[in-house]
Nanobody
Framework: QVNVVESGGGLVQAGGTLRLSCKVS????????IGWLRQAPGKEREKVSC????????FSSDSVKGRFTISRDTIKNTVFLQMDNLEPEDTGVYYC???????????WGQGTQVTVSS
């Protein structure tokens, strides 16, 4: 059983910075696809950034490219999302998810709220 726990959300002004953490237990990161997804009120869930298990290659959506960076610490089995130059449009609940199967992640965290004020 894989367990995923996010932390690090909060309230920040536009242009500010937050760092989200995703602690994974039950399986090593080099055996799991990990993704950060977000959902804003009234909007579809959006895949923000992902990191592959074997070589740690990352993907980021166009909406956050150049501002958000996904990384991992395989010793701590933790994935990070560094969010710089935050915009009000980045507001939402951010979820960490693990283990991509076919077209969906299997394991999900409880979510952490990110609010960016203008």
């Amino acid at each position: 059983q894989v367990n995923v726990v996010e932390s690090g959300g909060g309230l920040v002004q536009a242009g500010g910075t937050l760092r989200l953490s995703c602690k994974v237990s039950g399986k090593a990161l080099n055996a799991l696809d990990i993704g950060w997804l977000r959902q804003a009120p009234g909007k579809e869930r959006e895949k923000v950034s992902c990191i592959s298990p074997d070589d740690g290659r990352s993907f980021s959506s166009d909406s956050v490219k150049g501002r958000f960076t996904i990384s991992r610490d395989t010793i701590k089995n933790t994935v990070f999302l560094q969010m710089d130059n935050l915009e009000p449009e980045d507001t939402g609940v951010y979820y960490c998810a693990a283990d991509w199967r076919v077209d969906e992640f299997v394991y999900w965290g409880q979510g952490t709220q990110v609010t960016v004020s203008s």
